[in-house]
């Protein structure tokens, strides 16, 4: 058995990946991947995911130019989780421009609690893609 076939994806055959700041330990993105996004983000060390939208593998930055350099991968107790901790070159994960995809703090805890934003925008989404 190949260190892939303990890996257990769902019945889509996807699994959820965390995004993970090797530095900071910030979490900057959750993303999915397949089989194959998985074995070639370990071959290449670069964040590779799979796009549910389009149905295909996704190479972060391929288009904003805000790669992910992996330096370790993790799996969960269950095997149903993978945790990437990363590199995020042009320190941009979000397709907002943020640093990362968690920039929204809930303020307070009752029917009047609001979504607050915490990271400002580094780089215009209207300049990363095409």
């Known amino acids: 058995m190949s260190w892939l076939d303990e890996v257990k994806f769902d019945e889509a055959g996807l699994i959820p990946a965390i995004a993970q700041d090797w530095k900071t330990g910030r979490i900057l993105m959750v993303a ?12 290449t ?26 330096h370790e991968v993790r799996l969960d107790c269950d095997a149903d989780v993978v945790l990437l901790k990363i590199e995020q070159n042009g320190g941009v994960a979000c397709h907002t421009g943020r640093e990362s995809c968690f920039f929204r703090l809930l303020n307070g805890n009752d029917n009047r609690a609001q979504w607050d934003i915490t990271d400002e925008v580094l780089q215009d989404p209207e300049h990363m893609y095409k």
């Open 45 to 70: 060390r670069k964040g590779v995911y799979w796009s549910r939208s389009r149905q295909k593998l996704w190479r972060k930055g391929e288009e904003s130019g805000n790669t992910q350099y992996v």
């Open 32 to 43: 999915w991947m397949n089989r194959e996004s998985l074995q070639e983000t370990v071959a």
